[in-house]
T-cell receptor, first 113, second 117 residues
Framework: DAGITQSPRHKVTETGTPVTLRCHQT?????MYWYRQDPGHGLRLIHY???????DKGEVSDGYSVSRSKTEDFLLTLESATSSQTSVYFC????????????FGPGTRLLVL | AQKVTQAQTEISVVEKEDVTLDCVYE???????LFWYKQPPSGELVFLIR??????QNEISGRYSWNFQKSTSSFNFTITASQVVDSAVYFC??????????????FGEGTQLTVNP
């Protein structure tokens, strides 16, 4: 199994508070991704990173920001959490464009009240 | 824009039946990858297979087989002699192939497979 951890695994928070989710990898892979999973939508890309300090937006990036200050960590921040951001968040990593299979972390279940 | 359609939202079969999960995709890229992932009730996403756009050979892995047909933009997944442990949500996904974005995946909505004893 790819060495990917996510923290926290579960979180309950209140509307309007900032929340940061962490993804940590031990594979030294270049690419990292954040997805959210909601019923009826499959998984949708929020943000991704193609190197340290190199990030870009995905399909559903509004209300989210990311940072990657070192290869192994990719942080997702909900600047002011809303109930619509209640979801399961998955981090994924891939090695290269050629070796492009994404491996996923265990997920973080976030409930915004 | 890329799109993946899994028209079967839910499928229910009895153990030992064969079952095929359909996946149809849309892309303008000439180079792309297709994937299947399994999400069991425990919630993790398990990689099953990757197929690139230049390789239309069908693949078999134990009870699993995949049929890739570019002419119909389909990448279907068959489980032979299904077992209760195959019960899961199965996702088909399509990736772009760019240096800066790596392999951004577009997922279908998933098919919930229930295998009853």
């Amino acid at each position: 199994d790819a060495g990917i951890t996510q923290s926290p695994r579960h979180k309950v928070t209140e509307t309007g508070t900032p929340v940061t989710l962490r993804c940590h990898q031990t594979e030294n892979h270049r690419y990292m991704y954040w997805y959210r999973q909601d019923p009826g939508h499959g998984l949708r890309l929020i943000h991704y990173s193609y190197g340290v300090k190199d990030t870009d937006k995905g399909e559903v990036s509004d209300g989210y920001s990311v940072s990657r200050s070192k290869t192994e960590d990719f942080l997702l921040t909900l600047e002011s959490a809303t109930s619509s951001q209640t979801s399961v968040y998955f981090c994924a990593i891939s090695e290269s464009v050629v070796r492009s299979t994404q491996y996923f972390g265990p997920g973080t279940r976030l409930l915004v009240l | 824009a890329q799109k993946v359609t899994q028209a079967q939202t839910e499928i229910s079969v009895v153990e030992k039946e064969d079952v095929t999960l359909d996946c149809v995709y849309e892309t303008r890229d000439t180079t792309y990858y297709l994937f299947w992932y399994k999400q069991p009730p425990s919630g993790e996403l398990v990689f099953l297979i990757r197929r690139n756009s230049f390789d239309e050979q069908n693949e078999i892995s134990g009870r699993y087989s995949w049929n890739f047909q570019k002419s119909t933009s389909s990448f279907n997944f068959t489980i032979t002699a299904s077992q209760v442990v195959d019960s899961a949500v199965y996702f088909c996904a399509l990736s772009e192939h760019q240096e800066t974005s790596g392999s951004r995946l577009t997922f279908g909505e998933g098919t919930q497979l229930t295998v009853n004893p």
